[in-house]
């Protein structure tokens, strides 16, 4: 069973450009989640989404960020008009659903990553 | 006050000993409990999780929770040089998928052969 898969693993954008991050949760998994770690900080919530369903943005930077989780592919994170300060690891993350729509405990498992470094 | 707070390290320990790494919350709302750990560039990799208070163990590793106390714990039991890592406590309000988790900024971990 393949884990979360993230791509690219390394990006490198100059200032002004647009990051596009992508996320394929586990298999069965139908909760996504982005997390960003900063330079020597903490993981820090971003977002939550379901197919389709933005439930949960209160992580996210007001402006530039965006995110979605369509029907069919990948969830996105994108980011318009990088700035320096937007060099971090992006972690996505998936989390179970059972069967019957019944909800999981919430353990999260955690993609390799994207690290986004801003020129 | 931060949301969740983990014992300042760098904690170092000889190969054998046990490694005791401390977190407490602040939200007395909080269901359920996470310890990551992740290597140096690597993404975090969940070891443990809890729910009821008490003990948990996983062979090397035993998570404990006292809510009342708004405390929880992890100890690595026989620590080997491989367990070197950032340890990383984990919280959540809810205890079903859906729950976003709030971080502690972890604990490095040198385990010294």
């Known amino acids: 069973n393949a884990g979360v898969m993230q791509n690219p693993r390394h990006l490198v954008r100059r200032r002004g450009q647009e990051a596009r991050l992508r996320c394929s949760p586990m298999?069965?998994?139908?909760?996504v989640y982005w997390y960003r770690q900063l330079p020597e900080e903490g993981l820090k919530f971003m977002v939550y989404?379901?197919?389709?369903?933005?439930?949960?943005e209160s992580g996210m930077p007001k402006e530039r960020f965006s995110a979605e989780f369509p029907k069919e592919g990948p969830s996105i994170l994108r980011i318009q008009q990088v700035v320096r300060g937007d060099s971090a690891a992006y972690f996505c993350?998936?989390?179970?659903?059972?069967?019957?729509?019944?909800?999981?405990?919430?353990?999260?498992?955690f993609g390799p990553g994207t690290r986004l470094t801003v020129l | 006050q931060k949301e969740v707070e983990q014992n300042s390290g760098p904690l170092s320990v000889p190969e054998g000993a046990i490694a005791s790494l401390n977190c407490t919350y602040s939200?007395?709302?909080?269901?359920?409990f996470f310890w990551y750990r992740q290597y140096s560039g690597k993404s975090p990799e969940l070891i443990m999780f809890?729910?009821?208070?008490g003990d948990k163990e996983d062979g090397r590793f035993t998570a404990q929770l006292n809510k009342a106390s708004q405390y929880v714990s992890l100890l690595i039991r026989d620590s080997q040089p491989s367990d070197s890592a950032t340890y990383l406590c984990?919280?959540?309000?809810?205890?079903?998928?859906?729950?976003?988790?709030?971080f502690g900024e972890g604990t490095q971990l040198t385990v010294n052969p």
């Open positions: 984990a919280v959540t309000q809810g205890w079903t998928s859906g729950s976003r988790l709030t």
């Open positions: 993350a998936s989390s179970p659903r059972l069967a019957g729509g019944r909800s999981s405990y919430n353990e999260q498992f």
């Open positions: 809890i729910y009821s208070n």
């Open positions: 989404l379901q197919k389709e369903n933005i439930i949960d």
């Open positions: 939200d007395r709302g909080s269901q359920s």
């Open positions: 298999k069965g998994h139908s909760h």
